[in-house]
């Protein structure tokens, strides 16, 4: 009984089969698939970041050109260098804070002052 049992343990072993050549084809057939998958979509990945760079550049232009253009509305409103001196003085503000904030509230003292204490 215990050479049979030897003998069988060393009869599965003697028991692996090679792979065919077909099961060999079938497997690199597989193989190729799974790798030009990931070829395509690590290629629709770089399109997609390619579009997104863009999209980003494209707003970040939208976004310079937006932020000059309110440049210039605010340095186009007419404002009291008094009114900017007393801000300044009473609220203890940069001189520079105070001129921006008088001119984003289109040269209001008060609407500005209030805007900067609330």
Do not use: C, F
């Not at 008094?82 to 001129?99: M, Q, R, S, Y």
């Amino acid at each position: 009984m215990g050479m049979q049992g030897e003998g069988g343990g060393g009869g599965g072993e003697e028991m692996a089969v090679e792979p065919s050549s077909k099961d060999l084809q079938q497997q690199s057939k597989a193989l190729d698939k799974l790798t030009d998958r990931v070829v395509d979509d690590r290629q629709l990945d770089s399109s997609r970041v390619q579009e997104a760079m863009a999209a980003l550049a494209s707003s970040k232009e939208a976004d310079w050109n937006a932020m000059r253009l309110r440049e210039k509305e605010l340095a186009a409103v007419k404002i009291n260098q008094v009114d900017v001196d007393i801000i300044a003085n009473e609220l203890e503000l940069d001189k520079k804070v105070a001129e921006r904030t008088l001119r984003e509230h289109k040269g209001d003292a008060v609407a500005a002052i209030r805007y900067l204490l609330r």
